[in-house]
């Protein structure tokens, strides 16, 4: 008898974030579109996380597919170290003048978690390059910037990074500056700040993986003013904030003060293919101008700047600046506010909180808020034998949905989590 897709799978492949020993077989999608994931036995879902926090705008979309495929036939890829393409410039030419005043140069690697690795790499030897060492990042508590070993240094520790705990870099944590802790978190970091202080790196305005914490720009400024008062560099992880997610095209545009160094990735193809981007400062990269080579940047990726990945981002950002995509992250943001506001009160909601096309808030369970917390599986799996893909994080439940999902759809999954709380209400 011949195995079923998810045997072969389970035969041969290790998932991530998955406890292989205990998960269900993975489910076999065979297409998508739109906001629509359609699965081998004919169920389908509706992916309201953006598979992983990546899509923008639909599934399969046929305008980023069109332009990919041409490209493919043209150039897939070439080594980018003594050779450039087109893409990769014209790419880096419409980025830079969208971001923050400032940023001045763009460099390409594969994913989120490279693009703050290079943000680092950068903003110590800038230091270095310069004549005057510094050594310390400071973070924010609950962070998350990937599964590198730079991007674990400087993320929340937790049971994901423990075992890797004595490899991982000393980093200064401040506590992350949500409503009632943001005097604190100021407090904490002009204690910690000093001339040895390389960089301070955010999630600006939604921490994501840390349980969609929200705070606001006004003391994410005071923050980095604090900083900058002691000379240190400022990165914006923008890896899931990015691309119009918070409302703006970046979170940190709703700031008065600019980044130093940002990270980009996820949304930046619309979700189509890998690719990260570290951008700078002309000042920091000046830094690395030398007669010297050991001043050089010495860092890349055979597949740094894929002409595939960044045709992709080409055509994800036609879409993105469209006035269709501004008339959709403003009626997503609509329908997550009424929807927000018809469950601030009911008894299993807590801490219900909203940042452009981003809901989330927690469910009360007795279980203190966490990662862990049983109620995490029976919410999962609730949903998604409805049709409904929603990842909770813990306890934290949240919409992240690609920007073209329809107001029936976007209903029909309020309707399922209402549903949700139903029953959690009578089991409670
Ligand atoms: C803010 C942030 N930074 C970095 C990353 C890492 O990105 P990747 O999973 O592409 O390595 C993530 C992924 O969730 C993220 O949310």
């Known amino acids: 008898m011949s195995l079923s897709l998810p045997e072969r799978d389970q035969a041969v492949v290790w998932h991530p974030f998955t406890q292989m020993q205990t998960a269900p077989l993975p489910i076999p999608i065979v297409r998508a579109e739109g906001a629509v994931l359609y699965a081998e036995d004919g169920r389908t879902f509706i992916d309201a996380?953006?598979?992983?926090?990546?899509?923008?705008?639909?599934?399969?979309?046929?305008?980023?597919?069109?332009?990919?495929?041409?490209?493919?036939?043209?150039?897939?890829?070439?080594?980018?170290?003594?050779?450039?393409?087109?893409?990769a410039v014209e790419l880096a030419e419409r980025l830079l003048p969208i971001l923050p005043a400032g940023q001045a140069k763009v460099f390409y690697s594969d994913n989120g978690s490279t693009a703050v690795e290079v943000a680092l790499k950068m903003a110590f030897q800038y230091w270095h390059n310069i004549g005057q060492p510094r050594t310390r990042i400071i973070a924010l508590e609950d962070a998350y910037h990937g599964d590198t070993f730079g991007a674990m240094a400087v993320g929340a520790r937790s049971a994901f990074s423990a075992p890797f705990a004595p490899f991982l870099f000393d980093v200064d944590f401040i506590p992350a500056p949500v409503p009632g802790r943001e005097e604190e978190a100021l407090a904490k970091l002009e204690a910690l700040l000093d001339e040895n202080v390389a960089a301070l790196i955010v999630e600006p305005l939604v921490q994501g993986a840390g349980g969609m914490n929200m705070y606001s720009p006004e003391i994410l400024n005071e923050l980095?003013?604090?900083?900058?008062?002691?000379?240190?560099l400022i990165i914006t992880d923008e890896v899931m904030t990015g691309f119009g997610r918070t409302g703006k095209l970046f979170a940190s545009l709703y700031l008065?003060?600019?980044?130093?160094?940002?990270?980009?990735?996820?949304?930046?193809?619309?979700g189509t293919m890998a690719l990260g981007v570290t951008t700078c400062t002309q000042a920091i990269y000046?830094?690395?101008?030398?007669?010297?080579?050991?001043?050089?940047?010495?860092?890349?990726?055979?597949?740094?700047?894929?002409?595939?990945?960044?045709?992709?981002?080409?055509?994800?950002?036609?879409?993105?600046?469209?006035?269709?995509?501004?008339?959709?992250?403003?009626?997503?943001?609509?329908?997550?506010?009424?929807?927000?506001d018809s469950i601030q009160g009911h008894p299993v909601v807590r801490n219900v909180r909203q940042r452009g096309t981003i809901l989330a808030f927690n469910l009360q369970t007795g279980e203190a808020t966490s990662y862990f917390n049983n109620i995490?599986?029976?919410?999962?799996?609730?949903?998604?034998?409805?049709?409904?893909?929603?990842?909770?994080?813990?306890?934290?439940?949240?919409?992240?949905?690609?920007y073209c999902i329809t107001d029936e759809q976007l209903g029909y999954v309020y309707g399922q989590v209402e549903a949700l709380l139903r029953e959690l209400k009578v089991k409670n």
């Open 49 to 87: 996380i953006s598979s992983w926090w990546v899509n923008l705008h639909g599934h399969a979309h046929p305008y980023i597919a069109e332009k990919v495929s041409e490209q493919l036939r043209t150039l897939e890829h070439v080594i980018f170290a003594g050779f450039t393409h087109r893409p």
């Open 286 to 340: 000046e830094a690395f101008l030398s007669d010297d080579k050991f001043k050089t940047l010495f860092h890349g990726h055979s597949f740094t700047a894929n002409p595939l990945a960044c045709t992709a981002a080409l055509a994800s950002l036609d879409l993105t600046l469209s006035p269709e995509t501004a008339a959709n992250l403003e009626r997503i943001a609509a329908r997550h506010r009424a929807f927000a």
């Open 376 to 402: 995490r599986d029976v919410a999962y799996n609730f949903l998604l034998d409805r049709g409904v893909l929603m990842r909770p994080l813990g306890n934290v439940l949240y919409l992240l949905p690609p």
């Open 224 to 232: 980095i003013r604090a900083a900058r008062r002691q000379g240190a």
């Open 256 to 270: 008065e003060e600019r980044p130093d160094l940002m990270a980009l990735s996820k949304g930046i193809t619309g």
